[in-house]
């Protein structure tokens, strides 16, 4: 549950340039793709062979190849002084499909997308109570084979799956790393784990870092190069976006903020120290200082992550977007 974020813009991005020597068609054919998602209104072939500096015969075989696998189309023509009107070309968003998991300690969430990021069909289901790993892996197969189902959307086209964990992850054995408030996720292999079991190409990232991967290709910062994206939920991270490019760090746990200490008398934090981001910020302890000074009243009923968070709606924490602070670099 994603209760505030924060979003600062740094500067613009620089779009990536194919080339044109010979052999690098799928290479071209990815910036020409990537070009085009990241337009919010399309581009002409004109406009393509300017941002990504290829040649007007080399934007024009791609176009024609992303146009026959119907991963792009032509969406009308545009242009009003002399010369001939400007085909644009758009992302098809039947074109392909991708499956995303959200693992947390207390919900799964698993959504069908298209290939401009729109949800097709999404679900949310408890997370499997106990410390058994392949009960919890289990139950999320179940759910994406179900929810394939209800989307009715050709399996053919489905790109793969996507799965957001609770850091930390270990990024080239797609394991989680024993991850807070879940017991018995020590080295988990989860990525191996759900490609078996759905026979979907899998990728694991830290949630945080997904949820920074979606704000670049579909969120209120999109495009705007570098970026933070905080979550507060049954943790509290960060993922990090620099120049347009995801930063994962050597062993993908970049964004791991929770015990930076921001209150040296604040309360004891499970580590042994006092006042890290984690014991001062999280929810549960905002919602337990908000009822201690009588702003939420207090009939919760626990303490853990999930009853917390069922008492938030009382507590209305607005949605923070700054997007016109002053410019960093
Ligand atoms: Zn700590």
Redesign the pocket.
Known sequence: MILGESVTEIRQPTPRRGTNLPRMGDFNLTVILDAIRRSSGGLSRVELAQIVGLSPQTISNISRRLLDQHLIVEAGKEGSGPGKPRTILRLNPSGMYALGVHLDPAVITTVVLDLVGDVVKHSRIPTPAGSNPQRVIAAIAEEIKALIEDSGVDTGKIAGLGVAAPGPIDLDEGTVVDPPLMTGWDRVHLRDALAEATGLETLVDKDVTSAAVAETWAGGASGTGSFIFMYMGTGIGCGIVLNDEVVRGTSGNAGEI??I?VDPDGPA?????RG?V??SCIPQVLVAEAEEQGVLNGGRKGTEGPEVQEALPGFAMPRMQVTNGPSRS
């Open positions: 929770g015990h200490i934090c499970d580590c042994g120290l890290c984690k014991s």
